[in-house]
């Protein structure tokens, strides 16, 4: 049987989805490839949410095929995801070596496809139409592919984006919202947990908006509408069905109101949901939008322990101006307003961010308001990017672009705040007792284990093998950069 290599550029929904691929050949029989010097097919799984990205993934293909046409003439060439699906048949007319471009609601075909060309019957195949029902298909886990037990795995909960942000190409490459039932979620959960798995990331282009759109399929309420309002209430609307009739487990959560409780959104009754599966420790998610953070979801992460005590909340600007330019729904603001309700259900939580530097028409003041959200929220970690633009996308054609000077000073200047305040933030943990889960060997110094504490710092300590998938508690004993150092032999039992 072929074997093959998957490199994957961009998110932790495309390393999923790649992953989901991977399982499916293995399936079948196929073999994992350790380089692509060695396999039969190399596949790579594209990112197209900035221009880098992109060229990145076309220049890796070039130099591959390059080699392939000299040296190994017969190897299966692939691109698969995000630029496979904004692109299509331009990327085979770009580059001829390629024979497979396989869209984002196509992954399930791959094997299929694949046989089709190493068989003969098809020379080349470009598949990026859309597909009822592709969001149930990212199921496969390649836990067993490793000796080792995964102490963590992702599950994919929905599909795609209709938020439409100006900036962001993620709803044509994703394509509409699509939600996966709670039931089928949960299954995959509970196989994964008996597995081993002690935590559980829930994935998707935008989660808090899991289960809101048409088409939402049995075992989730009809939608409910939970954000914000100007006046900073969740817009929890009554006409819907009580949660303790629908929720699997029938369990009805309690309510910070006190008495009745309070409409769930559906991405909070899958919380609650996977929150009651025995032998799992702990839930993460990703990526939300701050709009979905509606009191339902503050409430469960003040009532969920498995709920991590970690938050990721993209701001992408701090100033009222840019962010309506962007589409995003959400005031400066409503978002520190956020950020504080959050810090008063877990006063330990981790806050980290996505910020867009160099947005078209974004003035210096734009960018102070930015510095000074910072400052303000203090953010554990920000991920920052230079403003890109998309092709298709209104921000793209929208006029003042900033040049790309300005987008690089900008991102420095922003990189620096926000890396000082990590610094004073992760020095603030030393001397401190913290509870880890316990992943493996550390990737740079196999010799030392590592962790994650709830609110998803990073944690290295001297440890070995035994201790994968424990909950372990040590005291921090040296902070580095968005790394902390810990001893198991010292903590106060
Ligand atoms: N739906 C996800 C979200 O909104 O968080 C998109 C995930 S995307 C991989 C992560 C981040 O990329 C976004 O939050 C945004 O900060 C950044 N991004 C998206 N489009 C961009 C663009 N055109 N230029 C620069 N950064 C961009």
């Known amino acids: 049987m072929p074997s093959v290599f998957i490199k994957t550029y961009g998110c932790q929904m495309n390393e999923r989805d790649s992953e989901a691929v991977a399982a499916q050949l293995v399936a079948k029989g196929w073999s994992l490839a350790p380089s692509e010097k060695?396999?039969?097919?190399?596949?790579?799984?594209?990112?197209?949410?900035?221009?880098?990205?992109?060229?990145?993934?076309i220049g890796k293909m070039q130099n591959i095929a390059a080699d392939v046409r000299k040296n190994r003439p017969g190897v299966v060439l692939g691109f698969m995801g995000c630029m496979a699906q904004s692109r299509g048949q331009e990327l085979i007319d770009k580059l001829p070596d390629v024979d497979l471009v396989l869209g984002t609601q196509k992954f399930h075909r791959a094997a299929d496809y694949l046989d089709e060309i190493i068989s003969g019957a098809r020379e080349k195949i470009v598949d990026v139409a859309e597909e009822q029902g592709s969001e149930a298909t990212i199921r496969d886990h390649l836990l067993n592919g490793s000796a080792k037990t995964s102490v963590s795995a992702f599950v994919s909960i929905m599909q795609g984006c209709n938020q439409y942000c100006t900036f962001c190409i993620v709803p044509y490459t994703r394509g509409e919202e699509r939600?996966?039932?709670?039931?089928?979620?949960?299954?995959?959960?509970?196989?994964l947990v008996s597995r081993g798995v002690k935590e559980i990331t829930l994935l998707g282009q935008i989660v808090t908006s899991y289960g809101k759109r048409?088409?939402?399929?049995?075992?989730?309420?009809?939608a409910v509408e939970s954000g914000f309002q100007p006046g900073g209430q969740a817009l929890n609307s009554s006409k819907h069905l009580k949660v303790s009739q629908v929720v699997p487990g029938g369990k009805m959560p309690p309510s910070t109101a006190g008495g009745t409780p309070a409409a769930t959104s559906p991405f909070v009754q899958l919380l609650d949901a996977v929150h009651e599966?025995?032998?799992?420790?702990?839930?993460?998610?990703?990526?939300?939008?701050?709009?979905g953070?509606?009191?339902?979801?503050?409430?469960?992460?003040?009532?969920?322990?498995?709920?991590?005590?970690?938050?990721?909340?993209p701001v992408q600007s701090g100033s009222d101006r840019v962010l309506k330019l962007m589409h995003r729904g959400y005031t400066r603001e409503q978002f520190v307003g956020i950020i504080k309700k959050l810090r008063r259900a877990r006063p330990d939580i981790g806050i980290t961010t996505d910020i867009i530097v160099g947005f078209p028409g974004e003035t210096d003041e734009d960018f102070e308001e930015t510095l000074s959200l910072a400052?303000?929220?203090?953010?554990?970690?920000?991920?920052?990017?230079?403003?890109?633009?998309?092709?298709?996308?209104?921000?793209?054609?929208?006029?003042?672009?900033?040049?790309?000077?300005?987008?690089?000073?900008?991102?420095?200047?922003?990189?620096?705040?926000?890396?000082?305040?990590?610094?004073r933030k992760y020095k603030q943990f030393v001397g401190r007792q913290v509870q880890i889960l316990v992943e493996g060997p550390s990737r740079k110094n196999p010799a030392r284990m590592?962790?994650?504490?709830?609110?998803?710092?990073?944690?290295?300590?001297d440890g070995s093998d035994r201790h994968r998938g424990q909950l372990m508690d040590l005291k921090i004993t040296r902070a580095g950069s968005f790394t902390l150092y810990g001893d198991p032999a010292i903590v106060n039992l």
Request: proline share 6%; charged share 30%; with cysteine.
């Open 38 to 57: 060695a396999a039969d097919v190399v596949l790579l799984n594209t990112c197209s949410v900035r221009d880098f990205a992109e060229q990145k993934a």
């Open 179 to 191: 939600s996966r039932t709670i039931p089928d979620i949960v299954a995959e959960c509970r196989e």
């Open 214 to 222: 048409s088409g939402v399929a049995a075992g989730i309420l009809p």
């Open 277 to 291: 599966i025995e032998g799992l420790e702990r839930i993460r998610f990703t990526s939300p939008h701050p709009k």
């Open 293 to 313: 953070y509606g009191d339902d979801l503050i409430d469960a992460y003040a009532r969920l322990p498995k709920l991590v005590e970690s938050a990721h909340l």
């Open 375 to 423: 400052r303000e929220v203090e953010f554990d970690n920000a991920y920052i990017f230079k403003y890109s633009q998309r092709r298709d996308t209104p921000a793209a054609t929208m006029p003042d672009q900033v040049p790309q000077k300005i987008r690089e000073e900008r991102n420095k200047r922003l990189l620096e705040t926000v890396n000082e305040i990590a610094a």
């Open 450 to 461: 590592t962790g994650r504490t709830s609110c998803n710092k990073i944690v290295l300590f």
